[in-house]
Structure formats: structure tokens, C-alpha cells
T-cell receptor, first 116, second 111 residues
Framework: DAGVIQSPRHEVTEMGQEVTLRCKPI?????LFWYRQTMMRGLELLIY????????DSGMPEDRFSAKMPNASFSTLKIQPSEPRDSAVYFC??????????????FGPGTRLTVL | TQLLEQSPQFLSIQEGENLTVYCNSS?????LQWYRQEPGEGPVLLVT?????EVKKLKRLTFQFGDARKDSSLHITAAQPGDTGLYLC???????????FGPGTRLSVLP
């Protein structure tokens, strides 16, 4: 199994540009999570999906952030327009079921985003 | 207010030493997880504890869930450089709708 795949691994962009991060969960997993990690705020849950449906997006910081899951094997997190304070490592994770806090979440390697 | 607190924030020790890190909260949880994150990678689940007072062992790592299910500890025996990383505890909130990570303990084991 290839594990959770994220692309790109690194992204450098200028303030105001649109950024799209991509995630391919582990095949057969029904739940997908997007996280953001910074030194100041640690690891924060942004949004999660179950069976391609967004369940809770209360962690999304602003309307500039949006996430989609058009099918079971693909999800995107978009930031438009990007700002320097969005600089962080963004992780995608998947699990077999939505037993938040009890099931194993498998994390991807992350996308390191730098907004200049 | 942080739902979870972890201590110490940083820990640097010599190879072969023992150590304990802690995860504390004022809330009660049905389960708690420990993850380890190495530089440049995503967190990897080490263990899930669900019963108050439960103790689980994973080679040189011993995990304990507090009797009141509000806190947990991770003890490492004879630490090795490969144990270096960020240790995170995590819980689902009491509504089962959110997943919260603690700020982590950054461990460095020097050879």
C-alpha cells in the first residue's frame, strides 16, 4: 500500500495567489482529514469528510479556505487568496471509519507551504 | 484554554536514559492516543488507550491512561537516538465530532 499521498511536497507562492493542495487517501478508507501544523499553534484539525461528505469544517480558519472531496480517492484544500500567515505544513490523513479519537489515522507526508 | 497540555515541552537526554512525558487535561475522555512525528513526516500512531488505569507496552515504551481518564503518561526505557521526535497525545472531544492534539513534547536523544 502506498499510504496517503500528498502533492506538492513543497509550495512557495506569493501573497494573493491561489494555492491548491492535493491528497489521495488510502484505498478503502472512508474518512479523510485535513490538518495544519505550525510551531505556534501545533497540529490543528481543519475539516474532515466521511464517505466524501464534509462532516465538520469548524476548524477552517477563514472563508479563504475551502476543501472538496469529489470522490473517494481524491481531495483538495484550496486557499484563495493566500496570505503569509497561511505558511505552515498541511497534512492529510485517512482512516477506515469515522470513530474520531479512537480509530487509527494514517497521515501523509505533508505539504510545506510558504507564502511570501 | 488548551484542551490538552503536555510536559515537558522539550527534553534532551543521553542514549540509555529513561524518561517520562505527560499529557494532562481537566476533561474526561473515552480514549486517548499517542503519536510520534519524525522531522519531515506525518505523525504515526503508537497506541490507543481506552480504559482508566490501562497500561500498554510497546517494546521499550510504556503507556498509561489515568484512572480518571483525564491524563496519560508515556515512559521510555533506555532511550535510543531513534526515539527522537515529537510525541503528541490526541483525543476526540466529548461530542465525538472533533479531534484535538496536544502541543507535543519534542524529544532529542543524543548518542
Amino acid at each position: 500500500d502506498a499510504g496517503v499521498i500528498q502533492s506538492p511536497r513543497h509550495e512557495v507562492t506569493e501573497m494573493g495567489q491561489e494555492v491548491t493542495l492535493r491528497c489521495k487517501p488510502i484505498s478503502g478508507h472512508n474518512s479523510l482529514f485535513w490538518y495544519r501544523q505550525t510551531m505556534m499553534r501545533g497540529l490543528e484539525l481543519l475539516i474532515y469528510f466521511n464517505n466524501n461528505v464534509p462532516i465538520d469544517d469548524s476548524g477552517m480558519p477563514e472563508d479563504r479556505f475551502s476543501a472538496k472531496m469529489p470522490n473517494a480517492s481524491f481531495s483538495t484544500l484550496k486557499i484563495q487568496p493566500s496570505e503569509p500567515r497561511d505558511s505552515a505544513v498541511y497534512f492529510c490523513a485517512s482512516s477506515t471509519r469515522l470513530a474520531v479519537g479512537a480509530d487509527t489515522q494514517y497521515f501523509g507526508p505533508g505539504t510545506r507551504l510558504t507564502v511570501l | 484554554t488548551q484542551l490538552l497540555e503536555q510536559s515537558p515541552q522539550f527534553l534532551s537526554i543521553q542514549e540509555g536514559e529513561n524518561l517520562t512525558v505527560y499529557c494532562n487535561s481537566s476533561s474526561v475522555f473515552s480514549s486517548l492516543q499517542w503519536y510520534r512525528q519524525e522531522p519531515g513526516e506525518g505523525p504515526v500512531l503508537l497506541v490507543t488507550v481506552v480504559t482508566g488505569g490501562e497500561v500498554k507496552k510497546l517494546k521499550r515504551l510504556t503507556f498509561q491512561f489515568g484512572d480518571a481518564r483525564k491524563d496519560s503518561s508515556l515512559h521510555i526505557t533506555a532511550a535510543q537516538p531513534g526515539d527522537t521526535g515529537l510525541y503528541l497525545c490526541a483525543v476526540g472531544d466529548n461530542y465525538g465530532q472533533n479531534f484535538v492534539f496536544g502541543p507535543g513534547t519534542r524529544l532529542s536523544v543524543l548518542p
